[in-house]
C-alpha cells in the first residue's frame, strides 16, 4: 500500500480550474468557480472552508465521484485525466485507486463489521461482470429462440393448422426473453454466492481481518455498524477505505461528527497511515483538525486560496462561536 517513495515533485492528482453549479429546479446554484490544487505524493493537504464553502464538492470532484461544468477544468491522477465518462477506468479510479472516507461514516446497515470492511475489494474488477452478464444474456436468449421454435414445430406447441411463419417467430422471442432472464437471474444468483463465499474465505476477508484488526476492531467483527460508536463506525470506514490497499485517500470531514477526543484517536490513526506512505487530501471546517496535516489550503468563493503552514492555522483558531456557527 501507499508506496512510499520519495516525492518526485510529480502531482499525484490535480484539480485544473474545477467548476461546479447545481441546478435547483430554474435556479442555479454555482459553488465552484475555477477551484485548483495539486497534491503531491506522500502529502497530507488539508482544504479548510466553512459550512456550505464546497468543500464536498471539491471533493467529490476529485474522487470522480461527481462531474464538474461542461466549461470546468478537470481532474488528473498521475497526469492522466479521470474521465466520468469512461465507466471501467473511473470505477477502477473510485474503487481501487482512492480510498474514500465519509463523514457520516456510510456503512451499509445489514452488513456486519467484517463484511462492511471488505466491500472495496469485493466490488468487481473492471467491466468483466458487466461482460459476463451479456454474454450469459445472449447465451439464454438463443438457447430460449431455438427451444422456442423447436416447440412451436416439433413440440407440436402449436397445432398445424394454427402454425404460421408469424406465430413461430413469436413463440421464439418469447422463449428467448424468458432464457435471458433465466440466465441472469441464475449469474445473479451465482455471484450471491460466490460473494458469500468470498466474504467468508477469501483474500479480502484476510485483507479486512488485518486492517481493522489494526485499528482495534477484532472484537467487532461480528457486530452490525447500529451496534458500534462513532468512532468504531468511522474506524470501519477508514478500514473499508484502506482495504483495497489504494494510493490516495480523501477524507470528508473524518472526525465531523465525532467528539474532540475520538476525533484525535481517528485524526492519530490517519496520522500513522500517513507516515507509513499514504497520501491524503482531507476537506474540514475545523483549523484544529487542519493542522494535523502537511499543507492546509483555503477554499473560499469557490476558489482555493494561498497556501500556509499548518501550524501557523491552529494560532488562528476561531472562538467557540464562531465555530458553532461553520460547524458543517
Ligand atoms: N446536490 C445539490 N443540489 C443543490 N445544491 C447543493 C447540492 N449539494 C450541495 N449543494 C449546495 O452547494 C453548496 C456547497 O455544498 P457542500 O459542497 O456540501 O459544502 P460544504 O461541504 O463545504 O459544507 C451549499 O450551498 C449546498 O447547499
Ligand atoms: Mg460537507
Not at 86 to 115: A, C, S, W
Request: charged share 25%.
Amino acid at each position: 500500500m501507499n508506496d512510499p517513495t520519495p516525492d518526485t515533485g510529480t502531482p499525484i492528482l490535480e484539480g485544473n480550474d474545477l467548476r461546479k453549479t447545481y441546478h435547483l429546479g430554474r435556479v442555479k446554484v454555482p459553488v465552484l468557480h475555477g477551484a485548483s490544487i495539486s497534491v503531491n505524493q506522500g502529502e497530507w493537504v488539508a482544504i479548510l472552508g466553512s459550512s456550505g464553502s464546497g468543500k464536498s464538492t471539491l471533493l467529490h470532484l476529485l474522487a470522480g465521484l461527481d462531474r464538474p461544468d461542461q466549461d470546468s477544468g478537470d481532474v488528473r491522477y498521475r497526469g492522466e485525466k479521470v474521465e466520468l465518462q469512461d465507466g471501467g477506468k473511473t470505477n477502477h479510479y473510485r474503487n481501487r485507486t482512492i480510498g474514500f472516507v465519509f463523514q457520516f461514516y456510510h456503512l451499509l446497515p445489514e452488513l456486519d463489521v467484517l463484511e462492511n470492511g471488505m466491500l472495496a475489494n469485493l466490488v468487481p474488477r473492471g467491466r468483466s461482470a458487466g461482460v459476463l452478464v451479456f454474454i450469459m444474456a445472449l447465451l439464454g436468449g438463443v438457447i430460449g429462440a431455438l427451444m422456442g421454435f423447436q416447440a412451436a414445430g416439433d413440440w407440436g406447441l402449436l397445432p398445424l393448422e394454427e402454425r404460421t411463419e408469424i406465430r413461430s417467430v413469436v413463440l421464439a422471442v418469447a422463449c428467448a426473453i424468458i432464457g435471458s432472464g433465466m440466465m441472469i437471474a441464475i449469474f445473479q444468483g451465482v455471484q450471491a454466492l460466490w460473494l458469500k463465499t468470498r466474504m467468508r474465505s477469501g483474500d479480502a476477508a484476510d485483507v479486512a481481518r488485518s486492517t481493522l484488526g489494526d485499528f482495534g476492531l477484532e472484537k467487532r467483527y461480528q457486530h452490525r455498524p447500529r451496534e458500534l460508536s462513532g468512532g468504531e463506525r468511522q474506524r470501519v470506514a477508514i478500514g473499508r477505505a484502506l482495504g483495497s490497499n489504494p494510493d490516495l485517500l480523501l477524507a470528508d470531514e473524518p472526525t465531523g461528527n465525532l467528539d474532540e477526543r475520538t476525533g484525535t484517536e481517528i485524526l492519530d490513526l490517519l496520522q500513522e497511515k500517513h507516515r507509513a506512505g499514504l497520501t491524503i487530501v482531507m476537506v474540514t471546517h475545523d483549523p484544529k483538525v487542519a493542522s494535523y496535516a502537511d499543507r492546509v489550503v483555503r477554499l473560499r468563493n469557490g476558489r482555493v486560496l494561498q497556501n500556509e503552514d499548518a501550524d501557523s492555522v491552529v494560532d488562528e483558531m476561531p472562538t467557540t462561536d464562531v465555530l458553532d456557527e461553520t460547524i458543517g
